[in-house]
């Protein structure tokens, strides 16, 4: 299991930033890898609630499963998916007040399939490509918020 943690400040309330975190509608607007959800569930978000969602990994895009599998407004929210060939992910996304602002914190957990096989790739390539896309999804959610009024 591979485990990709990062964290970014953003000037806007715990709240506010949960409510786009929480929103899936919204999630390809920054999300770098989500190119589109499908049967979300009603709002709000609820534990057991299910989606599907395509998402672009190495130039293709990979229908996904996904369960909501904590909800702790407005500070955390965790999904676990599973996709093709039996690769597993969770995610937590945490939202801790800093002072006026939040501070978001994002964290993967992922197997792929493959065994010894998929750790080599993910070693090599995945690993790597998915902290730059973490990195690259938080900044787009900071510009998000911060350009509202």
Known sequence: ???????????????????????????PDWATTVVE????PDKPLEVGQTFGQTIRLAGRNIRTEWEVIDVERPRHLAYRA?????????MHQRVEPDGEASRVELELDY???GGALGDAVD???????????????LHNLKDLLESRS
């Open 37 to 40: 959800n499908h049967d979300t």
């Open 82 to 90: 599973t996709g093709p060939a039996g690769a597993t992910l969770e």
């Open 123 to 137: 070693r090599i390539y995945v690993e790597r490509r998915n902290e730059r896309e973490a990195e690259h999804s």
């Open 1 to 27: 299991m591979t485990q990709i943690e990062r964290q970014i400040d953003i000037d806007r309330s715990p709240q506010e930033v949960f409510d786009v975190l929480a929103d899936l509608d919204r999630l």
């Open 111 to 113: 197997e792929l399939p």
